[in-house]
């Protein structure tokens, strides 16, 4: 495991709030057997619009740019994945967002993966437009 990964499964507990939860099903696996990570990426990517929405008093918002990230454990069918939300800066136009995926099991949360998405505030023809936040 990388130094990087050994970062991200140091923080004992999510943080920021519980935006998304959701079962990992036997149509998300590989031929292994183990989710496809682009589930688990499309499932952040969901979690931190939502966040970014709300920080924005309901703006349309697109993602614009997502961090790297990397994956601590496998996720199984059956697992129960929490994503968590924070928001890590307002900008005029953009908003981050800190996305975290934990599996949820009967030890209670082991992190999954973590990663800083940025996402926009657009108008109704697709221009970047004022973030209306607060």
Partial sequence: ??????NLDSVPAPQGEMTLKVLADHRSVNSS???????VAM??????????????????????????????RPVQTGDLIG???RVAEIGKTSIKV???????????????TETTMVFVAIDRGGRTQQVRNF
């Fill in 98 to 112: 800190v996305v975290e995926g934990w599996i949820e099991n009967h030890h209670g949360w082991e992190k999954l």
């Fill in 1 to 6: 495991m990388s130094a990087r990964n050994e």
């Fill in 43 to 72: 499932h952040l990517d969901q979690a931190g619009e939502v966040c970014a929405r709300k920080a924005s008093n309901g703006a349309r918002v697109v993602t614009v740019s997502i961090g790297s990230m990397s994956f601590l």
């Fill in 33 to 39: 057997g183990d989710v496809f990570a682009g589930w």
């Fill in 83 to 85: 994503f968590f939300t």
